[in-house]
């Protein structure tokens, strides 16, 4: 059973030269210890807006089974967690722990799997289901 304090947000895009439409903001779930750092690599570093941060948790689907009645009252998202040992050359390895909403799955972990070599990944990618978990109103 696994739970994790985390921060819900929405990203957008920075505009480029000459862009009038503007790119729908993406749903972010990043661990509330990294939040700060995260957030301003993206702002700060990389010129993306955020928007609209709740903080909450995110409960792996055995703990949500068994307290499943404690959030009848709380809106409830799928969010899959990704985790895997990346290990460079002589480096012991460093955990990679990420999360993203189920619904779009697939399309973003291509995506963020092009940040790492295959060759480097220790113990295979490891996948599991939870629920980003937050009360009504919040």
Known sequence: MKKVEMVRCFVSSPSKDGEEESVPATVRYVPSDIHRLWRYLMEDVKGFTIEASKTSFWVDEEMYS???AVYEEHTI????????????DSEVGRPVIRYFPQEQFESILGF????????YIRGGLQKAKGYFVARKGF
């Open 112 to 119: 963020f799997m092009k940040n790492f070599s295959e060759e």
């Open 77 to 88: 998202d799928d969010v899959v967690e990704v985790s895997f040992v990346y290990c460079r």
């Open 66 to 68: 068994r307290e499943k």
